[in-house]
T-cell receptor, first 113, second 114 residues
Framework: AQSVTQPDIHITVSEGASLELRCNYS??????LFWYVQSPGQGLQLLLK??????LVQGIKGFEAEFKRSQSSFNLRKPSVHWSDAAEYFC???????????FGKGTRLSVIA | DTGVSQDPRHKITKRGQNVTFRCDPI?????LYWYRQTLGQGPEFLTY????????KSRLLSDRFSAERPKGSFSTLEIQRTEQGDSAMYLC????????????FGPGTRLTVL
């Protein structure tokens, strides 16, 4: 069965610094990959997704992610973090394109001045 | 596009009571998913519908959990004889019937069982 690992439970960055959140998946074929963000007590907002094609995908709020098949990774990046980016970030994988998503446990991002 | 809505946003109940949650998907979306999220975890899939057909329900946590989508529009998730372990956030998502699909989530219903 497919699985998703987010190795970092909690990351703290300074406002204006760059950010990289790690995501590794386990699945034999090419998965469909997603990053969602969740503010406290709220639902999940889609940041970006990878289905096929260009392995560097752009999302909302200045985020991007790169799919690396050789490393089974789909890391999320942002060049300059804003205080409003503080939230929980979830990586998710889908297979066959129309099945339920499998989520990682999330990475909590704190932003300090 | 008004987004996925869920009602209620918060529910506090006593152990042994039944609860029902409602989800209204984005209007043109014919797929609807239910997930559960406990503290410190990612969402965990429970069940999903395509139109009114429930295509997967083996992942419902026990026979106390049931879901319906009678007319292929809104859906309800019922938990009977609630237990303290049922305390969690219950999330609903919807998507178009496309391949692959993109799921859009509602704000969730926070259940607390006392």
């Amino acid at each position: 069965a497919q699985s998703v690992t987010q190795p970092d439970i909690h990351i703290t960055v300074s406002e204006g610094a760059s950010l990289e959140l790690r995501c590794n998946y386990s699945y034999g074929a090419t998965p469909y990959l997603f990053w969602y963000v969740q503010s406290p007590g709220q639902g999940l907002q889609l940041l970006l997704k990878y289905f096929s094609g260009d392995t560097l995908v752009q999302g909302i709020k200045g985020f991007e992610a790169e799919f690396k098949r050789s490393q089974s990774s789909f890391n999320l990046r942002k060049p300059s973090v804003h205080w409003s980016d503080a939230a929980e970030y979830f990586c998710a994988v889908g297979i066959s394109g129309n099945t339920p998503l499998v989520f990682g446990k999330g990475t909590r991002l704190s932003v300090i001045a | 596009d008004t987004g996925v809505s869920q009602d209620p946003r918060h529910k506090i109940t006593k152990r042994g009571q039944n609860v029902t949650f409602r989800c209204d998907p984005i209007s043109e979306h014919n797929r609807l998913y239910w997930y559960r999220q406990t503290l410190g975890q990612g969402p965990e899939f429970l069940t999903y519908f395509q139109n009114e057909a429930q295509l997967e329900k083996s992942r419902l946590l026990s026979d106390r959990f049931s879901a319906e989508r009678p007319k292929g529009s809104f859906s309800t998730l019922e938990i009977q004889r609630t237990e303290q372990g049922d305390s969690a956030m219950y999330l609903c998502a919807s998507s178009l019937e496309s391949f692959p699909d993109t799921q859009y989530f509602g704000p969730g219903t926070r259940l607390t069982v006392l």
